[in-house]
């Protein structure tokens, strides 16, 4: 009777153990480590360059992940761009301003799956006052990070052909 209640024991202690945590794993990568952007104004004092990046979030977790978005239409995380070398003072040129709605629902990632954004980077997204000279750098490695925090970085060249 002693040894079936020791059995029993030891088996509720197994099955009542430690609660396990469930938690998302997202992980970004994007489709190039380097992409070319190119001037689509040809616009010496206002110049428009753009690329476009493809980017995939796995979760490679046991928990659904969650990416914020800015509004219930759009399917695109809301992202940052932050420039990492060379270092300038006003950040990447691609760096986007968000003015968003509340209460949006997040795009939800469950384990296992993924989800894909074809982002069409546009810079310099802000020129100074008085004319011509833009804000941020147009060239070099960057991280491009969602708001949870998940990133990826690459390299942005300019195209310099006329």
């Known amino acids: 009777m002693m040894k079936r209640a020791l059995v029993g024991i030891c088996l509720v202690a197994i099955a009542c153990g ?5 938690v998302a794993r997202l992980v970004l990568s994007t489709d190039q480590a380097s992409y070319v952007a190119q001037n689509v104004t040809r616009d010496a004092r206002f110049p428009q360059f753009t690329f476009t990046v493809i980017t995939r979030v796995d979760n490679a977790g046991d928990a659904p992940g969650f990416l914020a978005r800015c509004t219930p239409q759009t399917s695109t995380p809301i992202y940052g761009i932050a420039q990492l070398a060379p270092v300038h003072p006003d950040g990447s040129a691609y760096n986007p301003a968000w003015a968003c709605v509340g209460s949006v629902p997040p795009i939800r990632i469950e384990p296992g799956a993924s989800h894909v954004d074809t ?44």
């Open 18 to 22: 430690a609660p396990t945590e469930h």
């Open 119 to 162: 982002l069409r980077l546009v810079g310099p997204l802000a020129f100074k006052s008085g004319g011509g000279a833009y804000i941020g750098s147009l060239s070099g490695r960057v991280r491009l990070s969602y708001l949870d925090g998940v990133g990826a970085e690459f390299t942005i060249v300019i195209d310099t052909v006329p």
